[in-house]
């Protein structure tokens, strides 16, 4: 039976204690964790709880479980708002939820959660050391949600709902009016307009054909050098060919 | 000394008073407050210190007072005076039974340690109260008092006791002043509170109030079924009886019968009115009936009625209101306007899709039904839904759409998909003992894959995940054989449209087998290698529900020194190519395990080329010979067959048909009767090269698909032995089958972790060995009943205790009674 086990089974809060954080400052973060978890209840409140409950989210933050350290982090800088690592603690809550937001192609309710967490943290703490992360992980986060809604309405387009992808480019453009994908976006834009203008009735076609029209305009006049040139010049050719066989 | 109002102090000091189980210095700390801190009087320091402590629910008062320093007036002293709210250390319940308290301590969480508050005793009294009341105790009594505990700090002891008194059943239900309604047409109307009668021992004349009042409507509204518009309850009395009964006496006025007058429809422009007569389905002339127009105009009970709010609603409509006004009431004749405000139609404008922790968007998306752009629909969004619980992949039980954002300005509406991923993957490991010596059996099947991931070492969470492609593993050996397949499917091939492609492999092998010395023989062998691939697609004519799909297969048998009933010939080959092609339409649902409506239909043909007809071979002639040699016995006579047979079946030449359709109907409640039939015929292009002895059929029994060398199916027919109506004449199976079946289901839980019903059957089958016997009425017939369970880890388990009431050939007993165990076969 080792030391740890003996910790483990004891009775007394303070040997659990000392071997908790004998491991902790060994960086046995996972041993650590199982004891800290154990005494946590027993020091809320008491004068040494701020250092179990920093211990116990650090460890945690430490071994990636990321959940469980986003949770003591926030409950440390809420219980302990004048602590010196209570800033520390907010910013790397919000850190934790964000290392939990999954890829852009799954539920993005992590993603969202982080975003209000690194909100408030910048409300709160303005002028923060960790202001520049803190900004990197926003702007990480939000290219994420650009890049769920770009991707779906890219869909649509694939499987030949070109009015859907349409409308789906423009929710995008106002909801995201600074994207870095709008480039993209505007491009798929004017690849769905001319497919569902080459795809009508025929006397739709030209008002259609000039919806395309538009959408290239809109393409050039906010990217002039797009890097989609090639495509949208040949969509734009064709646009000019199709329309002058109805004029 | 005066506290000035607004100042700033320091805090010169912290004292809590009132504490008893609590240590000083351990609030001090929850507060938050230090010893030199500058605070403001008032301010928001002390009123967040307040809510914090009230936040812990630990007390019933708490007061903080400030007292300047008389020396230094820019410090304060402050005292906290705390009143602590007692623990429950000890409780008991009493009156009720000690098996049911379990329960009610949950419900009340009630445990030592509890703190107490009046409101807590108050809530804990009418919630047993109320619970008892509902279960016909309309007596019941609670008591709850509490005494200080002398042995503990703080503390109570709680005593809870439970009166529930006698019953209250109803013994009689009377009316007074109906004539044009029966006492008993009106009691039946009280669905839930019945009057004491011999026939209802099975179920408790209870009674309970709040079901009670909802009783007093159904009484009025049966009246307004009947033409009795003006109908009312003027009084109702409650008389309780010495023997622990009820009698329930109603007065009624039913005023008088009225009919419907002319019925005119305001505000619509986009249904004429003609088409809203023939919905509304009322004539002038009617006896009135409040209660009938009302469903009309919208049936609450059912959300897909054929009524004139969903007319509305499934086209756009979806800000439409219509109400009915009575717009003039002569004698007994009463008029109608119904007042339409049909707003804009809606459309879809954000579709959104949460819960989906494992799925990938796209696999979901595209199987949407309501798209950005697109009119509002509600059967779109109801199919939707459906077809999502089709995917496997989500919980059937708990895909819900909500509808968002709707704007009857700008005329859009949003719609959030909320799902929840449930298992989709199964693991098979099995061992056992069957045909004569031990078998293991290793399956796995992945509903959800994603092959392109299978490099990515970040998305084995276990497995890769979230593509909607399936991938299935399966190994099975025994001591004289091994089989092995590989299976995968892509239901987007392409990701344009829903166009599935799959693709699989198999491979056996298989020794001779002494069934009484147990010996494997090696030098004796058949080898079966395999392989198809297959592309199936979604219809949009003659509509979307129809599936047409092609399939090439080919596979090669190889022979070694192996005689068996298939071949003649124990050294050969026999190659088999062939093409599929099927049309089938799938409607059932909404949950595939359990699918309460639509059809299931499917027919296909599965062809070889004809051979015959270009390998220059004379086959009558063959044929001849062989029949002339069949009998005997000399050596080179039974070599002499072997080499016809090995050119008859060097390439196999056939062509299989087959139907099946299959109905769900739900009949009341969620008791649904699947009712059809099924046909398949297996024919030759050239009858003197003869029908196969392959791909045959083999009717009787579970219908499992086990293990088989030669493309055998199985059909199930339960009440007889497996394949038992295609083997007792001959070894090789029919060539012709038809079966028709009732079966009736009904659900006993459809939950995320089991899904269970129970079935009973009547079903009717039988095969031949040339389509010259075949007669369709000539069916055995079975009855029984069963079980299914589904667990998503698991698949189907399930088991028929089956009874043929016909005898199979060869013998002249009926059947009788047959189990059937079904284990992983799918609906």
């Not at chain 1, 740890?4 to 204690?17: F, I, M, P, R």
């Not at chain 2, 809590?16 to 008032?42: A, H």
């Not at chain 2, 239901?491 to 829903?498: I, L, R, T």
């Not at chain 2, 009547?762 to 589904?790: M, T």
């Amino acid at each position: 039976c080792s030391e740890y086990q003996k910790a483990l089974k004891s009775e007394d809060t303070g040997v659990k204690y000392t071997m908790a954080e004998q491991l902790y400052n060994e960086g046995k973060y996972s041993k650590a964790n199982r004891l800290f978890e154990q005494i946590l209840p027993k020091y809320v409140g008491k004068p040494q709880g701020e250092r179990v409950m920093y211990m116990y989210a650090d460890a945690a933050y430490q071994v990636n479980d990321y959940y469980l350290a986003a949770y003591q982090f926030e409950r440390f800088a809420n219980s302990y708002p004048k602590s010196s690592k209570a800033q520390e603690a907010a910013y790397l809550s919000a850190k934790a939820t964000y290392l939990t937001s999954p890829k852009f192609s799954l539920d993005q309710t992590e993603t969202y959660d982080a975003l209000n967490k690194l909100q408030n943290y910048i409300n709160k703490y303005p002028n923060s050391e960790y202001l520049q992360e803190t900004n990197q992980l926003v702007q990480d986060l939000t290219q994420k949600l650009e890049k769920k809604d770009l991707e779906i309405a890219k869909q649509y387009k694939k499987t030949f709902k070109y009015k859907s992808s349409i409308k789906s480019i423009e929710n995008f453009l106002v909801d995201y009016p600074g994207s870095e994908l709008k480039e993209e976006a505007l491009f798929v834009k004017l690849e769905a307009t001319y497919e569902l203008a080459v795809n009508s009735f025929e006397y739709l076609i030209k008002d259609r054909l000039e919806q395309a029209q538009e959408a290239y305009d809109d393409l050039i006049k906010y990217y002039p050098n797009t890097s989609f040139s090639d495509e949208a010049t040949k969509i734009q050719e064709s646009i000019t060919e199709e329309l002058s066989k109805r004029s | 000394q005066e506290i000035k109002k607004g100042n700033t102090y320091t805090i010169a000091g912290i004292e809590v008073v009132g504490l008893k189980s609590f240590n000083e210095q351990t609030v001090v700390t929850t507060t938050g407050l230090r010893i030199g801190q500058e605070i403001t009087i008032p301010g928001e320091e002390l009123a967040d210190v307040e809510k914090k402590l009230w936040g812990y629910d630990l007390f019933n008062k708490i007061d903080i007072y400030a007292a300047e320093d008389e020396e230094n007036p820019s410090q304060i002293y402050l005292q906290i005076r705390l009143t602590e709210r007692p623990a429950v250390s000890q409780f008991k319940i009493v009156g009720i039974k000690e098996r049911k308290q379990d329960e009610i301590l949950k419900d009340i969480e009630l445990k030592a340690g509890k703190k107490v508050t009046q409101s807590y005793i108050a809530n804990t009294k009418n919630y047993l109260l109320n619970k008892y009341k509902k279960q016909g105790f309309a007596n019941v009594k609670v008591n709850i008092s509490t005494k200080p505990d002398t042995a503990q700090v703080n503390s109570v002891k709680m005593l809870i006791n439970v009166d529930k008194g006698e019953k209250v059943k109803v013994s009689d239900i009377n009316f007074i002043g109906n004539e044009q309604l029966s006492s008993k047409k009106l009691r039946s109307a009280m669905k839930n509170t019945k009057q004491k009668s011999f026939f209802r021992f099975w179920k408790k004349s209870k009674y309970i109030p709040e079901d009670y009042d909802t009783d007093l409507v159904s009484v009025v509204d049966k009246y307004k079924e009947n033409g009795y518009r003006d109908a009312r309850i003027l009084s109702d009395t409650v008389i309780y009886n010495d023997d622990n009964t009820l009698t329930l006496n109603l007065n009624v006025e039913e005023g008088d019968k009225y009919y419907f007058g002319d019925i005119n429809f305001v505000g619509n422009t986009v249904y004429s009115d003609e088409t809203l007569h023939k919905v509304l389905g009322i004539n002038k002339g009617d006896t009135y009936n409040g209660v009938l127009l009302k469903e009309r105009i919208a049936d609450v009970t059912d959300p897909d009625a054929d009524d004139i709010t969903n007319l509305y609603q499934n086209s756009g409509y979806l800000f439409s209101t219509v109400n009915p006004v009575e717009i003039s009431a002569k004698n007994d004749t009463i008029d109608f306007e119904i007042r339409i405000i049909e707003g804009k139609p809606a459309y879809f404008d954000r579709i959104m899709v949460s819960g989906n922790d494992r799925t990938n968007d796209h696999v979901i998306y595209r199987e949407l039904r309501t798209r950005p752009g697109d009119l509002y629909q509600k059967t779109n969004v109801v199919r939707t839904v459906r077809e999502l619980s089709q995917l496997g992949f989500f919980d059937p039980e708990q895909i819900s759409p909500e509808i968002k954002n709707a704007n009857p300005n700008a005329g859009t509406v949003d719609v959030e998909y909320k799902v929840v991923e449930k298992g989709s993957s199964q693991v098979q490991l099995q061992g056992g003992y069957g045909g004569g010596g031990f078998i293991g059996t290793l399956g796995l099947s992945f509903a959800n894959f994603s092959l392109r991931n299978i490099l990515n070492k970040e998305a084995y969470k276990p497995l890769p995940m979230g593509d909607g492609q399936s991938l299935s593993l399966r190994l099975q050996a025994s001591k004289y054989y091994q089989t092995y397949s590989f299976s995968f499917s892509e239901p987007w091939f392409g990701g344009k449209e829903p166009r599935q492609f799959s693709v699989s492999f198999n491979h056996t092998q298989q020794y001779r087998y002494n069934y009484y010395t147990q010996d494997v023989d090696k030098s004796q062998r058949f080898l079966i290698s395999g392989v198809s691939v297959g592309l199936s697609k979604r219809l949009k004519v003659p509509d979307d529900y129809f599936y047409f799909s092609q399939a090439l297969s080919f596979q090669h048998y190889n022979l070694k020194n192996y005689n068996s009933y298939l071949f003649t010939f124990g050294d050969g080959y026999s190659n088999s190519l062939a093409y599929t092609i099927g049309l089938s339409r799938k409607s059932s649902g909404p949950n595939p395990i359990f699918p309460m409506t639509g059809s299931d239909f499917s027919v296909s043909a599965k062809l070889s080329l004809p051979y015959s007809l270009f390998d220059g071979r004379d086959y009558s002639a063959l044929a001849e010979e062989r029949d002339e040699l069949a009998d005997s016995t000399d050596d080179n006579d039974v070599d002499r067959v072997s080499e016809i047979d090995q050119m008859r079946f060097d390439w196999l030449e056939f062509y299989k048909v087959k139907f099946s359709g299959y109905w769900y109907t739900n009949l009341i409640d969620k008791l649904v009767l699947k009712s059809g039939g099924e046909f398949g015929f297996l024919g030759s292009y050239n009858s003197d090269r003869g029908v196969i002895p392959f791909e045959r059929f083999f009717v009787g029994g579970d219908g499992m698909a086990n293990y088989t060398l030669d493309g055998r199916e199985n059909v199930q027919l339960r009440g007889y032995q497996n394949q038992s109506l295609s083997t007792s004449s001959t070894d090789e199976g029919s060539v012709i089958y038809n079966k028709f079946s009732l079966e009736l289901r009904y659900p006993i839980t459809l939950k995320q972790q089991a899904s269970i019903y129970g079935l009973t059957f009547l079903e009717g089958g039988a095969a031949f060995n040339n389509f010259r016997d075949f007669n369709p009425f000539q069916l055995k017939r079975s009855a029984g009943v069963g079980l299914r369970i589904f667990m998503p880890a698991f698949g189907l388990l399930g088991i028929d205790f089956g009874y043929g009431f016909d005898s199979v050939d060869g013998t002249n007993q009926p059947s009788g009674w047959q189990t059937h165990f079904v284990i992983g076969q799918q609906f």
